[in-house]
């Protein structure tokens, strides 16, 4: 039995087309002689998940991501994964997304749950979104990057300050201080070297009044110490003498030698000057109402009669 050409260009077409399918789906991961189950997870963001992203379980790939559509209009992301019929997890099992590379891409995994139900076809997982390692350095770059525009922006706005305050005459003023203060130092400079020159040269004659001064500050503190020594020994010899003096008069006092010592302790002498004190009292009393008796007053006459006679 012969085979027709026509029937032969369409065996070629049809395999030519199965194996296009074939390799297709080889690409995107999806064997075609498997079954597969369907399930889905609604997300804010893929982020970087794309079709075809393979998914997996404990490191083996068990399916892909068939595709991504929006759910209540753009609020939502939807994925939809297809699962080897062959792997089975339990019902309240994860959808993990993680990593990324360099070109921003995503790895999906499936982290297992507890439940005794294992999830069936067209179940939706939830999403367990873990940061990956760009995510990581993201997250401490952007402070980072902050500060520095903050930094940067500081730092212009100084600039900016001191190129207005740096106008052509503050900065000839500057210059001009600057000359100035040059000046200054040098001449602080020549004073410094004519002084250390001096000091050299007389350094010889410094020593030696340092020298005259320490001895004379040393004669003089020994005569202070002298005349201090003295002084006090003088008072004391000073003082001793009074006190001696002092002890023979009232030990005269006390033996009743001398006229205060009779005074003090002759008991007659004390009566007679009572007697005197008194007798005196009463002639002053009589005077005071009798003053003719004592004084005669003669205003004009007597030397009168006294020619007549």
Do not use: C
Not at 59 to 86: A, P, S
Not at 170 to 179: A, R, T
Not at 198 to 211: R, Y
Not at 230 to 259: A, C, P
């Amino acid at each position: 039995m012969k085979i027709k050409k026509e029937h032969k260009t369409a065996l070629i077409v049809i395999t030519a087309l199965a194996l296009f399918v074939w390799g297709f789906n080889f690409l995107k991961g999806k064997d075609i002689f498997k079954s597969y189950d369907t399930y889905y997870s609604v997300l804010d963001n893929v982020e970087g998940v794309v079709s075809s992203t393979p998914v997996t379980l404990k490191g083996i790939q068990i399916g892909t991501i068939k595709e991504m559509k929006f759910v209540n209009g753009f609020d939502k992301t939807m994925l939809v994964l297809d699962i080897d019929r062959h792997f089975r997890f339990p019902k309240d099992s994860k959808v993990k997304i993680y990593g990324g590379n360099i070109m921003g891409g995503k790895n999906v995994a499936i982290i297992p749950g507890h439940d005794t139900q294992m999830a069936q076809d067209g179940d939706t997982l939830r999403v367990l979104k873990m940061p990956g390692m760009f995510d990581l350095v993201n997250d401490k770059i952007t402070p980072l990057q902050n500060k520095l525009d903050r930094i940067l922006s500081s730092t212009d706005t100084l600039l900016i300050g001191l190129n207005n305050i740096l106008n052509p005459e503050m900065q000839n003023h500057l210059k001009q201080g600057i000359e100035d203060f040059s000046g200054s130092m040098h001449q602080v400079v020549k004073t410094t070297k004519t002084f250390n020159q001096f000091l050299d040269k007389h350094q010889q004659n410094l020593d030696h009044s340092v020298e005259n001064v320490n001895k004379i500050t040393e004669n003089l503190a020994h005569i202070s110490d002298t005349l201090n020594t003295l002084q006090i020994g003088r008072l004391v010899n000073n003082f001793n003498q009074t006190i001696n003096k002092l002890n023979q008069s009232l030990d005269k006092l006390n033996k009743g030698k001398g006229s205060m010592a009779q005074l003090l302790n002759d008991p007659k002498l004390y009566q007679n000057l009572e007697q005197s004190t008194r007798a005196l009292n009463l002639l002053l009393e009589d005077l005071r109402a009798h003053p003719k008796r004592y004084v005669h007053f003669s205003i004009w006459g007597k030397k009168e009669k006294t020619q007549k006679k």
